[in-house]
């Protein structure tokens, strides 16, 4: 997988305790505070994620407004419009580069994450570590926390709009 120059690649996800990130193709808990982080940080960024993750957002929020979707699928018939469809990483990539991209968000699924991690590319992982351990049937990918600096950003605790107490982690890979 070539590197594009001059854009950060960063990965976004919400993980529990016990690695989950999902439950029936749904997220596996309700976190408004950390939902608004992810809109705000992701807004006017390429976005790229793996099909079965963009047929999660309910189609009112599909694609997800005020950012550039690219769906990834072994599929090149899919119907992703109005999102851009492709069948690599490299080629979604290619898509932010082309459009002169500072930061492009990969934002899920597993396999997606599994993907680009696998490659090398990620240059920043946000975290929000979700403290609970609820049932699920996705997960993220194990990483190598010695390769990557973490930074907290926000503790948020349980409370009667957020079903688990969270904290949001800026990782950074380490320059070799």
């Not at 899919?78 to 080629?91: G, K, R």
């Not at 996705?138 to 973490?150: H, I, K, L, V, Y």
């Not at 969270?166 to 990782?171: A, K, L, P, V």
């Amino acid at each position: 997988m070539t590197r594009p120059n001059n854009m950060r690649i960063s990965i976004i996800a919400a993980v529990a305790d016990n690695g989950v990130i999902g439950r029936d193709n749904d997220l596996a808990w309700s976190l408004p505070d950390d939902m608004a982080f992810f809109k705000a940080i992701t807004r006017g960024r390429h976005v790229v994620m793996g099909r079965r993750n963009y047929e999660s957002i309910p189609h009112k929020y599909r694609p997800l407004p005020g950012r550039p979707n690219i769906v990834l699928s072994h599929n090149s018939e899919y119907d992703a419009s109005p999102a851009h469809l492709v069948t690599s990483l490299d080629d979604a990539l290619d898509i932010a580069t082309s459009a002169k991209e500072s930061e492009c968000f990969i934002i899920g699924g597993g396999q997606v994450y599994t993907m680009a991690l696998d490659a090398g590319v990620v240059d920043t992982m946000y975290l929000t570590h979700v403290h609970g351990s609820p049932k699920g049937d996705a997960f993220f990918p194990e990483f190598d926390s010695q390769e990557w600096t973490m930074q907290v950003i926000d503790n948020h605790p349980e409370d009667e709009r957020h079903e688990f107490s969270f904290t949001i982690c800026r990782y950074d890979r380490k320059q070799s």
